[in-house]
């Protein structure tokens, strides 16, 4: 079963794992290109250029507007794992990282003619994905997790790996056959619990996992503080131009500034 997302338009409060794990998504997205096609991705999102999202075990297929008529569609596979049980928001915590993929573990295709790798419309597709992670981390287990019958049927699914340049000839559709933006109409997503009763506790958020010495050292050293700046009012001596005392004329416009309104 797929479940279909229309990026922006769920409204809930944050879950207590949610923005770590759309952190933690976005720095490995960062990671698998170069900071102007991120740039470019992250301005796709901002746009609403990426208006839908189909999440299914080790698949999740985007549509995302671009320089055509006709939206483009982006293909992400991810090798499916084991389900664990998150009965708590502590232990969705400590498997995070787990369910996380790293740039390396997808499989990235897209319709459009750019050959990078990935193009600026996956980018922006994993950005969309990992900003509705915020309310609803749950998506990131139905996109990284093996179905109840692959578990049972000792099947997983997984997303093939493929060399650079061969994927999108590997997932894309052929240019041309019609179907690469085609996809089923949206089904109503079946509950997979009863309804909750009461109103969640939101936890504490914990320490960005990054902020350590290492990350500290990619930063470089910081600038220094302000210098103190003394306070006491500066002495003035006496010097004379023709028949003017400079130093009684400063402190009279000093004395006549400070006690103006």
């Known amino acids: 079963m797929s479940i279909v997302v229309v990026p922006g338009q769920f409204r809930d409060q944050p879950h207590p794992v949610g923005k770590l794990a759309s952190t933690l998504l976005s720095v490995a997205v960062a990671g698998m290109s170069d900071p102007a096609r991120f740039r470019r991705g992250k301005a796709y999102v901002t746009d609403r250029a990426v208006t839908r999202l189909e999440v299914s075990p080790g698949r999740l297929v985007a549509l995302v507007n671009g320089s055509r008529k006709v939206p483009y569609q982006v293909i992400l596979a991810v090798h499916t794992i084991e389900r664990p049980i998150l009965g708590s928001p502590e232990a969705f915590r400590q498997h995070i990282n787990q369910l996380t993929p790293e740039g390396d573990e997808l499989t990235v295709s897209c319709s459009c003619p750019d050959w990078d790798d990935p193009c ?142």
Not at 217 to 234: K, M, Q
């Open 120 to 261: 600026k419309h996956a980018i922006a597709a994993l950005l969309a994905f990992a900003a509705e992670l915020v309310a609803r981390p749950e998506l990131l287990v139905e996109w990284r997790c093996k179905t109840g019958a692959e578990v049972e049927g000792g099947r997983a699914r997984v997303g093939s790996r493929a060399k650079p340049g061969e994927r999108h000839l590997r997932l894309a559709p052929a240019p041309g056959t019609g179907t690469g933006v085609t996809i089923p109409a949206p089904t109503p997503r079946q509950p997979e619990a009863p309804a909750r009763t009461t109103r969640r506790t939101l936890a504490a958020e914990p320490p960005a996992p990054w902020e350590n010495d290492e990350w500290q050292r990619f930063l470089g050293t910081l600038p220094p503080g302000l210098p103190e700046v003394a306070t006491e009012p500066a002495a003035t001596g006496r010097a004379m131009l023709g028949t003017i005392d400079l130093g009684a004329w400063v402190r009279s416009a000093i004395d006549e500034l400070s006690s103006a309104d």
